[in-house]
């Protein structure tokens, strides 16, 4: 049955109580409903997370779950799809009170309807894309709120920005990352979307990749009459889910970007210099990123051709602005767990040695990922450690993930980290089997079945002298918490 529950648009000074609040999509929509003057508590597990900082930095500190949290005064309840009506005490005591209850992705459709609202999907990418619009908004003169999947360290380390003006003004613009995981991204009603990539991803809600297309198709054909599709022409699921769009609906605009971009924003790669790349678009010419990676440079592709539209939207020409948003680009220094430089130190034998942690836990993120990595620190030796996320991704795509390492010098394969949505006896593969297959493509490869294990693997191998110019790279991968094993190496060596 329909929800019919939906937050006015004025909140200031509703009570609203998060059910999850320590996810990273809630995190950011507290941020959004607080800086609009909502009054805010929330529940989660005691476990530390990341969003931890930043609830308190809004006073905020989430509360055990109970149905005591649940008092007369609340006028919403907003939770994760993680929590489910008839087992959480939080939603249970809601019900009893008849208090009004809306999942997260139900409570961002309803902020999307009343702002000009633009969406960002694709199964890779959306984060940092999401990221590096909000970077470019921040320095423009548009009325603009911005809310990313993670921590963007150019939004001082939040996962929103908002316009200085925004509440001054009638009109403003709302652009948000979208999941596609179960059509969650159906309840937004965008104006304009960016399309990064389309493959088989989710294979537990999306058996095949025709079923994750499809899903795409019906979310793009949500646009209002000649609303705009901005999609990734360099990707072939993006193209073909476009065009499969457009037939259906015919008055959409498409814009197409990337290197293989006709009649659209065209994009060329050019040389890595200084700890910068540098790449040219049609509509700015030169421009650079601090960040590594071919894919980045699309996504900021994708970024101006969105800001490009939003500022022709307010009757602005991006010519003007090509200096902010050249400094802008240059200002994105990535988002939590997305190329994040985690620590720099020293080997034993005073090589240096660079850590970053990366969320990439799909094979095509993994490959191009390390491959920026390779051409970004061409004279580093790269060690990689991965963990692999569900067993229904690991078995669906096993050969994929054990080719996806081939810029890496020497990788660790960890256990899965599996997902409480899925049986995992309907999936037969385990890390084990993943680095047996991984092991066939790059022979310099290993198990480690512990985090600790792991760390030791790769302190040994720190104890060697690299044999490169510029020492050691030390990558942690996937959606899991094998980020932990960067610490724990790190916290050793300052011993």
């Known amino acids: 049955m329909e929800n019919k529950v939906s937050l006015p648009k004025d909140v200031s000074g509703l009570h609203i109580h998060f059910v999850g609040i320590k996810g990273t999509g809630m995190a950011a929509l507290v941020e959004i409903l607080h800086a609009r003057g909502a009054y805010i508590t929330g529940s989660d597990v005691s476990e530390r997370f990341y969003t931890d900082e930043i609830l308190e930095k809004l006073n905020l500190k989430a509360l055990p779950f109970s149905e005591e949290n649940i008092t ?18 939080d939603l249970i005591a809601a019900k009893k009170k008849n208090i009004p209850t809306l999942l997260y992705t139900e409570a961002l459709g309803d902020l999307s309807r009343m702002a000009y609202s633009c969406a960002v999907c694709g199964v890779h990418g959306k984060t940092t894309t999401t990221g590096l619009v909000g970077t470019l908004l921040k320095k423009l003169p548009l009325n603009a709120q911005v809310l990313a999947g993670s921590v963007i360290s150019s939004f001082n380390s939040s996962c929103t920005m908002t316009s200085k003006d925004f509440d001054k003004s009638e009109k403003h613009y709302f652009v948000a990352e979208t999941c596609e995981y179960q059509r969650h991204f159906m309840s937004f009603s965008p104006e304009k979307i960016i399309l990064t990539s389309v493959e088989s991803d989710h294979q537990d809600y999306y058996p095949t990749y025709e079923d994750i297309r499809d899903a795409f ?117 990535g988002g939590k767990r997305r190329s994040e430089i985690v620590g720099k130190t020293k080997t034993p034998s ?6 970053i942690d990366d969320y990439g836990h799909h094979p095509t993120a993994i490959k191009t990922t390390l491959a920026g990595y390779r051409a970004f620190y061409r004279k580093h030796k790269m060690i990689v450690d991965f963990m ?86 030390l990558v942690t991968m996937g959606a899991g918490d094998n980020w932990k094993v960067g610490k724990k190496v790190l916290e050793e060596l300052a011993k």
């Not at 007369?72 to 005490?89: F, G, L, Q, R, W």
């Not at 924003?265 to 700890?275: A, C, P, V, Y």
């Not at 067993?391 to 599996?418: C, S």
């Open 72 to 89: 007369e005064n609340i006028d919403y309840v907003i939770h994760s799809s993680a929590y489910k009506a008839d087992t959480n005490p």
């Open 217 to 333: 198709v019906d979310f793009i054909c949500k646009l209002p009459e000649n609303g705009t599709l901005i999609y990734c022409a360099d990707d072939k699921g993006a193209v073909e889910t476009a065009f499969i769009a457009k037939k259906k609906r015919p008055d959409i605009k498409l814009i197409p970007y990337g290197s293989l971009a006709d009649n659209g924003i065209t994009l060329s790669f050019g040389r890595i210099e200084k700890g910068k790349q540098y790449f040219s678009t049609s509509i700015l010419g030169e421009c650079a990123l601090s960040v590594p990676g071919e894919h980045l440079v699309r996504n900021a592709t994708a970024a101006i051709a969105l800001v490009n539209e939003l500022l022709r939207e307010d009757g602005k020409d991006i010519s003007e602005y090509a200096k902010e948003i050249k400094t802008a680009l240059l200002d994105f220094a």
């Open 350 to 355: 005073g090589e240096e040695l660079i850590v």
């Open 388 to 473: 692999s996320h569900t067993y229904t991704r690991t078995a669906a795509l096993l050969e994929d993930f054990a080719q996806a390492f081939p810029d890496a010098d020497l990788v660790i394969i960890n256990k899965i980290y599996g997902s409480a949505r899925e049986n995992k006896e309907n999936a037969p593969v385990t890390g084990e089997i993943l680095y047996e297959h991984t092991k066939k493509y790059n022979p310099n490869s290993f198990y480690a079945d512990d985090f600790d294990s792991a760390a030791k693997l790769i302190l040994s191998e720190l104890n060697k002298p690299s044999g490169t110019k510029d020492g050691y790279l």
